[in-house]
């Protein structure tokens, strides 16, 4: 079993800025990437920002430059540092990790969702 706990969602004026954090627990021998993904209303899921074990970062276009994505392997948690909010940026925000178990097996388990609102 493998938990994910996402926290720091809200509502958030245009400019401003939020903290995501997901925290993983589990049956987790090693994390191979983590990261986040976004899902605005009508809209198709969409790559965020992912962080590999070497701290190997990939951002969406859309986000470069405002978001920065960080991970402490010790505690098995990521967080993903959203400044210069746009109303665009409103979404609901999953957590995603892809890890390996103690079989040797590669998985990829996705997070409950956060809601990310900028409006003023």
């Known amino acids: 079993q493998v938990q994910l706990v996402e926290s720091g969602g809200g509502l958030v004026q245009p400019g401003g800025s939020l903290r995501l954090s997901c925290a993983a627990s589990?049956?987790?021998?090693?994390?191979?990437?983590m990261g986040w993904y976004r899902q605005a209303p009508g809209k198709e899921r969409e790559l965020v920002a992912t962080?590999?074990?070497?701290?190997?970062?990939n951002y969406a276009d859309s986000v470069k430059g405002r978001f920065t994505i960080s991970r402490d392997n010790a505690k098995n948690t990521e967080s993903l540092q959203m400044n210069s909010l746009k109303p665009e940026d409103t979404a609901v925000y999953y957590c995603?990790?892809?890890?390996?178990?103690?079989?040797?097996?590669?998985?990829?388990?996705w997070g409950q969702g956060t809601q990310v609102t900028v409006s003023s």
């Open positions: 962080i590999t074990s070497g701290e190997n970062t």
């Open positions: 995603v990790l892809v890890y390996t178990d103690y079989d040797g097996y590669e998985y990829h388990y």
């Open positions: 589990g049956s987790i021998f090693s994390i191979n990437a």
